[in-house]
């Protein structure tokens, strides 16, 4: 996951706010205020990646079944997303940021 930690956020935070795949798709992640930050990019990055697994493992440890906690979690992720105006993920509601499409600013 470390490979994939860094790849999210040097395209995120050098290449314009997208990956190769946000690019094919035509997306990118824009900060709520201005430019985005070093800071935003890491928290996003980081709560993208470390929620979810210290909820699937963490969890599972103590619950021991981790089926039931990947289940829960992506179905909390998505009632976020459903719920939140902007339709945005925990990992953006987190670091103030924003998934749009390329041709948008805010």
Known sequence: PIIHILY?????YYQNGATLGMKVAK???VSEEN??????VALRTLSYFFIPYLLNYGLAQW???????????FIVQFLIIVIDQKNRGYQ???????VVKAGKTS
């Open 8 to 12: 999210d956020f040097y395209f995120i």
């Open 27 to 29: 997306i990118k992640v």
């Open 35 to 40: 430019d985005l930050t070093f800071n935003q």
């Open 63 to 73: 619950i021991g079944n981790q089926s039931y906690i990947s289940l829960t979690f």
């Open 92 to 98: 953006d509601l987190i670091a103030k940021t924003w």
